[in-house]
């Protein structure tokens, strides 16, 4: 069974610092989603990423996919309050299933 | 756009009672489906379906019962609830089941 591990689990940060989370994968991705979810609200798909090494920008979002397809990264710069929420990954399995990473809590202090 | 809806937004309930959670999307998506979230936790699928009169199970099935009459509408019952149920629901849809998925804003509820 797939597993797959954000780190950290929470963030709390200044507004206008940069910060990077991480998404790893016991097994090969086969087709990686990250998610935002504001609080009281359903998770909101950001990117998704298929290729190994694809890198992918959303304004101030940088999304990276590793090489070996087992890991993700996400960096912000210039982080917002706006920014705050919690971040999923999440990976779709041979059955078209959604297995999902247990998210980072992300807080941008202004 | 009222894309997924989800009602009621937040139900208190007591051990052994049951209730629907309802969910209806306006999309004309095929698939849709219900997940999970405890803290701590990643989303777990309870079912799914892929169409009208189709549905199946996922990862946590037990204690939830669901079908789908028509394309808009996939309820979630709980027969018996019980403490361990305690948690948000999501209800999802998609065009088709390798499709991104548009999500509710969730049902918080309580078992006491």
């Known amino acids: 069974t797939q597993l797959l591990e954000q780190s950290p689990q929470f963030l709390s940060i200044q507004e206008g610092e940069n910060l990077t989370v991480y998404c790893n994968s016991s097994?090969?991705?086969?087709?990686l989603q990250w998610y935002r979810q504001e609080p009281g609200e359903g998770p909101v798909l950001l990117v998704t990423?298929?290729?190994g090494g694809e890198v992918k920008k959303l304004k101030r979002l940088t999304f990276q996919f590793g090489d070996a397809r087992k890991d993700s990264s996400l960096h912000i710069t210039a982080a917002q309050p706006g920014d705050t929420g919690l971040y999923l990954c999440?990976?779709?399995?041979?059955?078209?299933?959604?297995?999902w990473g247990a998210g980072t809590k992300l807080i941008i202090k202004p | 756009n009222a894309g997924v809806t989800q009602t009621p937004k937040f139900q208190v309930l007591k051990t052994g009672q049951s209730m629907t959670l309802q969910c209806a999307q306006d999309?004309?998506?095929?698939?849709m489906s219900w997940y999970r979230q405890d803290p701590g936790m990643g989303l777990r699928l309870i079912h799914y379906?892929?169409?009208?009169?189709?549905?199946d199970q996922g990862e946590v099935p037990n204690g939830y019962n669901v079908s789908r009459s028509t394309t808009e509408d996939f309820p979630l019952r709980l027969l018996s609830a019980a403490p361990s149920q305690t948690s948000v629901y999501f209800c999802?849809?998609?065009?088709?089941?390798?499709?991104?998925?548009?999500f509710g804003d969730g049902t918080r509820l309580s078992i006491l």
């Open positions: 999440a990976d779709m399995d041979s059955n078209y299933q959604l297995i």
């Open positions: 999309m004309n998506h095929e698939y």
């Open positions: 999802a849809s998609s065009l088709g089941v390798d499709q991104p998925q548009h």
């Open positions: 379906s892929v169409g009208a009169g189709i549905t």
């Open positions: 097994s090969v991705f086969s087709s």
């Open positions: 990423v298929v290729t």
